[in-house]
């Protein structure tokens, strides 16, 4: 087990650092101080070498040039919020509207972009990890409450990396975070995720408006290209979402939590190559990446459907939807989330 650290970039005139983590397998993720982004996630490859199992680039200004949100820790709150308007023990708060009359991802000056400060590195003989933390404030991101979050990304030697996610605050908030890697692990030449095959462990889907906020209706899956109980070809799903507005899933599905059996598992029938997701939460938001805008792979290929990104969540909108669950977050409390992905090689 082994941590190293390169410099990777600047961010508006200040240092970006690449902190590299490697298991004895050769397995390795490179975490970036900045925005907590998980730049890479390789492992070996039956000929001797490496391949991604994420979208990447060796450029750091790849990450920022577009609007992906390309492998960022997302939060407070991630996915959208209506009117960009809640309320918790009957006080109202408005914050940002960044997209359109809506909130989303925590706003423009949200946990994705900042440069994050690196508490402590750690390396075990069978593991190794990195914590880093950030503290926002209303005139920071018009959020309430002053947040102090950390984030602890470990990596071990079964190839498990997990992601912790924990946060307190000194009067009533809002936390929901996630992390917005994209998937795809089939070869470099390999464009779309069209040959990766998808399960779910899910039963429904939420009904959106034109804004993508929930109407608090959900959706059966069956029957329907939302369906991957059983894993799916993405391009045969893809198809059939051909002739909607999207042209392609930026949807959330309500899923069964755990950390012990896989919410979500995507793989490559080809190379063999394979994640499981594990997650605490209700909600799995995916998104197929489907404009051609500027995104990052393979040094700046643009066309749609390059990667997945599978955001493991609670269900979107909760302060308007009740039975979402909770993400309200108190003085004297502190909430953890955890996201665990297992690899396959």
Not at 74 to 99: H, L, M, T
Not at 134 to 143: A, M, Q
Not at 291 to 305: E, F, I, L, T
């Amino acid at each position: 087990m082994e941590i190293s650290k390169v410099p990777f970039g600047t961010y508006k005139g200040k240092p970006v650092t690449k902190y590299v983590l490697t298991n004895d397998n050769g397995v390795q993720a490179g975490i970036l101080d900045f925005a907590g982004l998980l730049q890479s996630f390789k492992v070996p490859t039956k000929d001797g070498g490496k391949a991604d199992m994420i979208l990447t680039s060796e450029n750091f200004d790849e990450f920022t040039n577009n609007g992906f949100c390309t492998n960022r820790l997302i939060g407070r709150v991630a996915g959208r919020i209506a009117d960009g308007k809640f309320s918790i023990n009957g006080n109202d708060y408005q914050i940002e509207q960044n997209e359109g009359k809506n909130a989303l991802h925590g706003g423009s000056n949200g946990f994705y972009s900042h440069i994050w400060h690196v508490d402590s590195t750690e390396a075990t003989s069978d593991s190794v990890s990195i914590t880093l933390s950030l503290t926002l404030s209303p005139e920071i991101d018009t959020y309430p409450g002053k947040m102090h979050v950390t984030a602890t990304y470990t990596l071990n030697n079964d190839d498990f990396l997990s992601l912790k996610m924990s946060a307190t605050t000194d009067s009533d908030t809002l936390f929901n975070p996630t992390n917005h890697t994209y998937w795809n692990m089939a070869a470099a030449n390999v464009p779309t995720v069209d040959q990766l095959k998808l399960y779910v462990n899910s039963e429904n889907h939420l009904a959106v408006d034109e804004g993508k906020i929930p109407t608090g209706e959900k959706l059966a899956n069956e029957g329907t290209p939302f369906d991957f109980s059983t894993p799916t070809k993405l391009g045969d799903a893809l198809k059939q979402m051909s002739s909607t507005k999207e042209n392609g899933f930026d949807d959330i599905w309500e899923v069964t939590p755990s950390l012990t059996k896989p919410v979500a598992t995507l793989e490559d029938p080809e190379s063999g190559r394979k994640m499981s997701l594990y997650s605490d939460r209700n909600g799995l938001v995916m998104y197929t990446m489907n404009s051609d805008d500027a995104a990052v792979y393979n040094h700046g290929q643009v066309h749609p459907h390059l990667g997945l990104a599978m955001e493991a969540q609670n269900l979107s909108d909760a302060p308007h939807h009740p039975e979402f669950g909770d993400i309200s977050l108190h003085p004297g409390e502190e909430k953890t989330y955890t996201i665990k992905w297992h690899v396959e090689y």
